[in-house]
């Protein structure tokens, strides 16, 4: 995540739809809103994504001066959800 939205050619927009830039521009400004979770043994240790913490997301889209809908909503929540999978399969 860290990604800046830049319209352009920017390579790291490679494939991203424009219709899909609202979410995306949404994400950027809420994608360090998580909620983790530490687990530990004696063997190793990682954190689980849960989430991200909505209270704290709506905090930011708000400051943003994001107006958010519901299908705006499901777009970012989508994205949550193949993050957090990304996230988690990695034991980041």
């Known amino acids: 995540m860290g990604l800046e939205l830049e319209i352009g050619d920017e390579p790291e927009l490679e494939g991203l739809?424009?219709?899909?830039?609202?979410?995306w521009s949404a994400w950027c400004e809420i994608e360090g809103q998580w909620?983790?979770?530490s687990v530990s043994t004696m063997e190793r240790s990682r954190v689980i994504?849960?989430?991200l913490d909505y209270a704290a997301a709506d905090a930011?889209?708000?400051?943003?001066?994001?107006v958010m809908t519901p299908d705006l909503?499901?777009?970012?929540r989508a994205i949550?959800?193949?993050?957090?999978?990304e996230l988690?399969?990695?034991?980041?």
């Open 49 to 51: 994504w849960i989430g």
């Open 17 to 23: 739809w424009e219709a899909h830039l609202p979410a």
């Open 60 to 66: 930011g889209l708000t400051m943003a001066g994001i």
């Open 73 to 76: 909503w499901a777009e970012v």
């Open 80 to 85: 949550e959800a193949g993050a957090r999978e």
């Open 35 to 37: 909620r983790t979770v």
């Open 88 to 92: 988690n399969r990695h034991g980041r």
